[in-house]
T-cell receptor
Framework: AQTVTQSQPEMSVQEAETVTLSCTYDTSESDYYLFWYKQPPSRQMILVIRQEAYKQQNATENRFSVNFQKAAKSFSLKISDSQLGDAAMYFCAYRGGGGADGLTFGKGTHLIIQP | GAVVSQHPSRVICKSGTSVKIECRSLDFQATTMFWYRQFPKKSLMLMATSNEGSKATYEQGVEKDKFLINHASLTLSTLTVTSAHPEDSSFYIC???????????FGNGTRLTVT
């Protein structure tokens, strides 16, 4: 079974600064997808960024980028120029390449933005 | 973008009664829908996977007779919590995708409180 580990229950960053959220995972599959989701107090799950395991290039979406290290099974999220609206729970998630499976989520990191 | 509507957003029911939660894909056909449960300040746990026209696949430890899932059409899946007890109180979230490896779209969730 796949597992996703987020070792930082809470992180705090000053507004406009950069923060990195860590995520490691365990799988025996070679083809899979990794995701970062944001869950604000409204509880709506918002996709932040997605990475296909077969792609060597790290995904980026505006201020959000990932550092995907396949051999190390690491998938960290970097948020640049942090904004107050970035405050939320962030969940790292894994999905097998077959596409039929649901997501396996990590326990989440609560990100606090200090004004 | 694709929208998943979940209803109701909040429901309070008495112990022993049943409650139905609906998950609808509004602008796409959802061949697969997933149901998750989230306890306060915890991660999302996959409960079951439902495919249109077939029986749902439940994760280990999830009681299929308690959590009835029906996916009768390509736009609607329902989760019925039968004979609800206070320990069933939780946040339930559905997600859906149309086909293959397309991204998952999440509903806004349902907060169930059993008194």
């Amino acid at each position: 079974a796949q597992t996703v580990t987020q070792s930082q229950p809470e992180m705090s960053v000053q507004e406009a600064e950069t923060v990195t959220l860590s995520c490691t995972y365990d799988t025996s599959e070679s083809d899979y997808y990794l995701f970062w989701y944001k869950q604000p107090p409204s509880r709506q799950m918002i996709l932040v960024i997605r990475q296909e395991a077969y792609k060597q290039q790290n995904a980026t979406e505006n201020r959000f980028s990932v550092n995907f290290q396949k051999a190390a099974k690491s998938f960290s999220l970097k948020i640049s120029d942090s904004q107050l609206g970035d405050a939320a729970m962030y969940f790292c998630a894994y999905r097998g390449g077959g596409g039929a499976d649901g997501l396996t989520f990590g326990k989440g990191t609560h990100l606090i933005i200090q004004p | 973008g694709a929208v998943v509507s979940q209803h109701p957003s909040r429901v309070i029911c008495k112990s022993g009664t049943s409650v139905k939660i609906e998950c609808r894909s509004l602008d796409f056909q959802a061949t697969t829908m997933f149901w998750y449960r989230q306890f306060p300040k915890k991660s999302l746990m996959l409960m079951a996977t439902s495919n249109e026209g077939s029986k749902a696949t439940y994760e280990q430890g999830v009681e299929k007779d308690k959590f009835l899932i029906n996916h009768a059409s390509l736009t609607l899946s329902t989760l019925t919590v039968t004979s609800a007890h206070p320990e069933d109180s939780s946040f339930y979230i559905c997600s859906a995708r149309d086909a293959g490896n397309s991204p998952l779209h999440f509903g806004n969730g349902t907060r169930l409180t059993v008194t």
